[in-house]
């Protein structure tokens, strides 16, 4: 009965989330999970709060029927995720923020990103013949950054919110402390990750039963521990998490698992407010999160390769359209793995990487009727650049929009599920496995299969290389239209692209746009990865073209997404994970 208990509350998951979602497709759609179900958006003039979690979506809607705007709103929320959705809300990771403040019309990005205790060294996760030891980089206490979470919601709330802290943090502590009933989602992980997470002590008393067992649905679920540290940093802002007694409990935790995280990093841990990386595709723009995120960077120059090919044309999801995207891929993420990295430790091409003529000359080499094979296919900017004249998998993501205009775009993490499994005994929360984004060694592969080089390797206080790309796009007048991001590890890059060319090349709605069947290409391994909803003969032509077609399906992302249609706000909850929801604020 235990081995089945999975299947069976993913089953009824499903059946219930088919009758109860929020928000689908819109009715032109054609789901690829069920070609006859028509459903709507989300629809407010209010606002809306669409997060993975709906809980804490509820949490950022009464946040704006408070009268806080989009920023409190998302700050609210990301707390809240902390408490309800264990394995990637959080308080131990980090993560990219995209804001539009509509009365300066100005786009900003706060990184707010882990960042390398100053004991860590470029071949810390080596073994001694020299090879990458991926338990140590993934599972063990070395493997966390500074965390980067609590700096980066209280910076983004400080500069830009209207609320307190107290105000923001107040639904969080009350949903620790009071405790909430578990939702199918969270039991069905709790269960699946039982085995990595109670093999620590603080682990299993904070998420198991005192007899061992996985809480199960309809269960009051309660944190006390985790209530008392959203109380300090509620008190004592900043200085109540990376410094006094929160701080004492990481170090404590640190010392007694063989981490590397010292007072000292904590102290100093930075926010960093940057640039956006911003593009022009068609008729709208675009602007994205700049490094240390490759996904901006790398969205911008597909799109920009895409250009020089009628899309719409070739039908969406054709395989000549497949094809072309491929084969976009392919070239970008082959440029990621040389040229990406912290732009305060190595320079990053970004000028370059996201310039038109740039993409034209990679276009050019796409064949319309050949896929290429990745192993010929190189990081190509160097070349292009000496002929020019010189020029200057867990994760979750949220996004907020309030009535006067103003939008967040939130993605934040702790690299895989649940971290490194390792919780701060005395605190109530799980620390992060993000060490191993660096690149433990030149060209070898991180978790997400990722291949890196020298820009993105390990040294002390250096943040490591992301593919989050929390997203806001703009019509041709510079007014937001879309406020996107999604999950997915390597694959986040990808499903934004598609998010983009669904709605702007083919005119879906943004619940259509969610729910159409979505694949990935990343260069290595060579092979296109792909969601249920293809046709066999699409697969066969593209395999007669020369690629490889993954012949396991598999989900890809969860994109939680806001757009503007006419004077309303629709919002589409990604179904892909089971609790989802969209939801607006009250009249």
């Given at each position: 009965?235990?081995?089945?208990?999975?299947?069976?509350?993913?089953?009824?998951?499903?059946?219930?989330?088919?009758?109860?979602?929020?928000?689908?497709?819109?009715?032109?759609?054609?789901?690829?999970?069920?070609k006859?179900?028509?459903?709507?958006?989300?629809?407010?003039?209010?606002?809306?709060?669409?997060?993975?979690?709906?809980?804490?979506?509820?949490?950022?809607?009464?946040?704006?029927?408070?009268?806080?705007?989009?920023?409190?709103?998302?700050?609210?929320?990301?707390?809240?995720?902390?408490?309800?959705?264990?394995?990637?809300?959080?308080?131990?990771?980090?993560g990219?923020?995209?804001?539009?403040?509509?009365?300066e019309n100005?786009?900003?990005?706060?990184?707010?990103?882990?960042?390398?205790?100053?004991?860590?060294?470029?071949?810390?996760?080596?073994?001694?013949?020299g090879?990458?030891?991926?338990?140590?980089?993934?599972?063990?206490?070395?493997?966390?950054g500074?965390?980067?979470?609590?700096?980066?919601?209280?910076?983004?709330?400080?500069?830009y919110?209207?609320?307190?802290?107290?105000?923001?943090?107040?639904?969080?502590?009350?949903?620790?402390?009071?405790?909430?009933?578990?939702?199918?989602?969270?039991?069905?992980?709790?269960?699946?990750?039982?085995?990595?997470?109670?093999?620590?002590?603080?682990?299993?008393?904070?998420?198991?039963?005192?007899?061992?067992?996985?809480?199960?649905?309809?269960?009051?679920?309660?944190?006390?521990?985790?209530?008392?540290t959203l109380?300090?940093?509620?008190?004592?802002?900043?200085?109540?998490?990376?410094?006094?007694?929160?701080?004492?409990l990481?170090?404590a935790?640190?010392?007694?698992?063989?981490?590397?995280?010292?007072?000292?990093?904590?102290?100093?841990?930075?926010?960093?407010?940057?640039?956006?990386?911003?593009?022009?595709?068609?008729?709208?723009?675009?602007?994205?999160?700049?490094?240390?995120?490759?996904?901006?960077?790398?969205?911008?120059?597909?799109?920009?390769?895409?250009?020089n090919?009628?899309?719409?044309?070739?039908?969406?999801?054709s395989?000549a359209?497949i094809?072309?995207?491929?084969?976009?891929?392919?070239?970008?993420?082959?440029?990621?793995?040389?040229?990406?990295?912290?732009?305060?430790?190595?320079?990053?091409?970004i000028?370059?990487?996201?310039?038109?003529?740039?993409?034209?000359?990679?276009?050019?080499?796409?064949?319309?009727?050949?896929?290429?094979?990745?192993?010929?296919?190189?990081?190509?900017?160097?070349?292009?650049?000496?002929?020019?004249?010189?020029?200057?998998?867990?994760?979750?993501?949220?996004?907020?929009?309030?009535?006067?205009?103003?939008?967040?775009?939130?993605?934040?993490?702790?690299?895989?599920?649940?971290?490194?499994?390792?919780?701060?005994?005395g605190?109530g929360?799980?620390?992060?496995?993000?060490?191993?984004?660096?690149?433990?060694?030149?060209?070898?592969?991180?978790?997400?299969?990722?291949?890196?080089?020298?820009?993105?390797?390990i040294?002390?206080?250096?943040?490591?290389?992301?593919?989050?790309?929390?997203?806001?796009v703009?019509?041709?007048?510079?007014?937001?239209?879309?406020?996107?991001?999604?999950?997915?590890?390597?694959?986040?890059?990808?499903?934004?692209?598609?998010?983009?060319?669904?709605?702007?090349?083919?005119?879906?709605?943004i619940?259509?746009?969610?729910?159409?069947?979505?694949?990935?290409?990343q260069?290595?391994?060579?092979m296109?990865?792909?969601?249920?909803?293809?046709?066999?003969?699409?697969?066969?032509l593209?395999?007669?073209m020369?690629?490889?077609?993954?012949?396991?399906?598999?989900?890809?992302?969860?994109?939680?997404?806001?757009?503007?249609?006419?004077?309303?706000l629709?919002?589409?909850?990604?179904?892909?994970?089971?609790?989802?929801?969209?939801?607006p604020?009250?009249?």
């Amino acid at each position: 009965m235990q081995v089945l208990r999975p299947l069976f509350v993913t089953l009824l998951s499903g059946i219930l989330l088919s009758l109860i979602s929020i928000s689908v497709l819109s009715e032109s759609a054609v789901s690829h999970l069920d070609k006859n179900a028509r459903f709507h958006p989300v629809i407010s003039q209010l606002g809306m709060v669409v997060s993975q979690e709906a809980i804490a979506s509820q949490v950022g809607a009464e946040i704006l029927e408070a009268g806080g705007n989009a920023i409190d709103a998302a700050v609210a929320t990301g707390f809240a995720l902390a408490v309800t959705l264990p394995r990637a809300g959080n308080l131990g990771g980090g993560g990219f923020m995209m804001v539009y403040l509509a009365k300066e019309n100005k786009t900003i990005a706060i990184d707010y990103r882990e960042m390398a205790p100053h004991l860590s060294d470029r071949d810390m996760f080596l073994d001694k013949e020299g090879n990458v030891d991926n338990e140590k980089a993934r599972f063990s206490a070395q493997s966390s950054g500074v965390p980067g979470t609590v700096a980066g919601l209280l910076y983004a709330l400080d500069k830009y919110g209207t609320m307190s802290v107290k105000e923001v943090l107040k639904p969080a502590i009350r949903l620790a402390s009071n405790g909430f009933k578990v939702n199918y989602d969270l039991s069905d992980s709790l269960y699946s990750s039982k085995q990595r997470l109670q093999k620590h002590k603080a682990s299993k008393s904070y998420f198991y039963k005192p007899d061992g067992s996985h809480y199960l649905p309809g269960e009051l679920f309660t944190q006390p521990d985790l209530s008392f540290t959203l109380k300090r940093i509620a008190e004592q802002g900043r200085l109540g998490f990376y410094q006094g007694k929160t701080a004492d409990l990481i170090v404590a935790q640190m010392q007694r698992s063989g981490g590397l995280i010292s007072a000292k990093d904590l102290a100093n841990y930075k926010v960093v407010e940057r640039q956006p990386v911003c593009g022009i595709y068609r008729q709208i723009s675009l602007c994205a999160m700049p490094p240390p995120s490759s996904g901006g960077i790398h969205l911008v120059q597909m799109l920009n390769i895409l250009e020089n090919f009628d899309l719409k044309s070739m039908g969406h999801n054709s395989a000549a359209y497949i094809h072309h995207l491929a084969e976009a891929m392919r070239s970008a993420y082959a440029d990621r793995s040389l040229y990406l990295g912290d732009p305060d430790f190595t320079p990053v091409p970004i000028n370059q990487l996201t310039n038109k003529a740039y993409a034209k000359t990679l276009s050019k080499q796409i064949n319309p009727k050949k896929g290429r094979l990745s192993k010929q296919v190189y990081p190509g900017l160097d070349q292009w650049v000496a002929s020019q004249p010189e020029e200057s998998e867990e994760t979750t993501h949220y996004s907020t929009w309030d009535k006067q205009g103003n939008v967040v775009s939130n993605t934040y993490t702790l690299n895989f599920a649940y971290g490194n499994g390792i919780a701060v005994q005395g605190a109530g929360f799980l620390l992060n496995n993000e060490m191993d984004d660096f690149s433990a060694k030149p060209g070898s592969a991180n978790g997400y299969g990722l291949i890196g080089g020298t820009a993105n390797a390990i040294q002390a206080k250096k943040r490591p290389l992301s593919s989050m790309t929390p997203t806001i796009v703009f019509d041709g007048t510079g007014k937001p239209i879309i406020a996107t991001g999604s999950p997915g590890g390597s694959t986040i890059i990808t499903i934004i692209l598609q998010m983009i060319l669904n709605t702007s090349d083919f005119n879906m709605g943004i619940a259509e746009a969610t729910a159409a069947p979505r694949f990935h290409h990343q260069w290595l391994p060579d092979m296109i990865f792909r969601e249920s909803g293809f046709s066999k003969d699409t697969i066969r032509l593209l395999e007669s073209m020369g690629h490889k077609v993954s012949s396991k399906t598999r989900v890809l992302g969860s994109t939680q997404s806001i757009s503007v249609k006419g004077n309303f706000l629709e919002a589409s909850a990604d179904n892909r994970r089971d609790g989802a929801a969209a939801v607006p604020p009250n009249q």
